[in-house]
């Protein structure tokens, strides 16, 4: 099997321009680590918010402190609001 996914015909229609650039900018903040700020810039897009409501999922950061909330629910040691 080719390691170009365009060289396959049924591949080069579903890998569009959008899905380069979607993987691209999880890459660089999941594996990278570059900044969300950072990603925004390259990505155009006017407002940091766009890019962290689309990406916040890949940020080993957010995940991590999400995990952390989550054990701290399940042990009852959650902060009572």
Do not use: C
């Not at 229609?13 to 999880?26: E, M, P, Q």
């Not at 390259?42 to 689309?54: A, Q």
């Amino acid at each position: 099997m080719p390691n170009n996914p365009a060289s396959i015909p049924f591949m080069a229609a579903v890998w569009t321009s959008n899905h380069k650039r979607h993987t691209n900018a999880a890459w660089l903040l999941s594996e990278v680590g570059m900044d969300i700020k950072e990603v925004s810039e390259r990505l155009g897009h006017e407002d940091i918010t766009t890019t962290y409501n689309l990406y916040s999922h890949v940020i080993p950061s957010t995940k991590r402190k999400s995990v952390d909330i989550i054990e701290a629910h399940l042990n009852g040691k959650a902060s009572q609001k």
